[in-house]
């Protein structure tokens, strides 16, 4: 049964300190997503990747957010450094281009203090 | 730009009442509809999806929706709603120049009364 998988899957950080979060993709699934989900904003979208390469980040903020796909099983989010208000429920996707459907993994849910 | 319009952001039912959440889409081309489950503490789940062929869509655990073309509509519903089924339900569309990307609506809180 293939799943995406999601790493660490609570994260719990002070602010000011460096949160990697990472996802292996379902094999042979050539698009990744990165989503946030909030109370306050519900269900965000912030960068995805096709072929590894990214092709819209422009819902991450960029002076601490980075988004990478060292290979085709892992994509990676980075926040550097971290706020309080970076605390969401972060949920990496992946699925096959024009297909539309996406798999989502079971979250990290990150906590800055 | 491709916008989806969930009416209700929180719909209370009672066992056994039957279900319909609304979704509206802007977008005049082809589209890929869908409709995605999240229960509480979990993550997104598909539930039903629209690509072509009968606007008549079923999915699991007695879900439908009827994609209605000239009305840009795609609502969800079940007959007859279980306690089970309380959880957040996301519509979402894939089409035009999103050849990858799905645009969200908000989602729908649904809460059934025991």
């Known amino acids: 049964d293939a799943r995406v998988t999601q790493t660490p899957r609570h994260k719990v950080t002070e602010m000011g300190q460096e949160v990697t979060m990472r996802c292996q993709p379902i094999l042979g699934h050539n698009t990744v997503f990165w989503y946030r989900q909030t109370m306050m904003q519900g269900l965000e979208l912030l960068a995805y990747f096709r072929n590894r390469a990214p092709l819209d980040d422009s819902g991450m903020p960029k002076d601490r957010f980075s988004a990478e796909m060292p290979d085709a099983t892992l994509a990676t989010l980075k926040i550097q450094p971290s706020e309080p208000r970076d605390s969401a429920v972060y949920f990496c996707?992946?699925?096959?281009?024009?297909?539309?459907?996406?798999?989502f993994g079971p979250g990290t849910r990150l906590t800055v203090l | 730009a491709q916008s989806v319009s969930q009416h209700n952001h929180h719909v209370i039912l009672s066992e056994a009442a039957s279900l319909e959440l609304g979704c509206n889409y802007s977008?005049?081309?082809?589209?890929?509809l869908f409709w995605y489950v999240q229960y509480p503490g979990q993550h997104l789940q598909l539930l039903l999806k629209y690509f072509s062929g009968d606007p008549l869509v079923k999915g699991i655990k007695g879900f439908e929706a009827e994609f209605i073309k000239s009305k840009f509509s795609f609502n969800l519903r079940k007959p007859s709603v279980q306690w089970s089924d309380t959880a957040e339900y996301f519509c979402?569309?894939?089409?035009?120049?999103?050849?990858?990307?799905?645009?969200w609506g908000a989602g729908t809180k649904l809460i059934i009364k025991p």
């Open positions: 979402a569309v894939n089409g035009g120049d999103s050849n990858y990307q799905l645009i």
């Open positions: 977008y005049g081309g082809t589209v890929n």
């Open positions: 996707a992946s699925g096959l281009r024009g297909a539309g459907e996406q798999f």
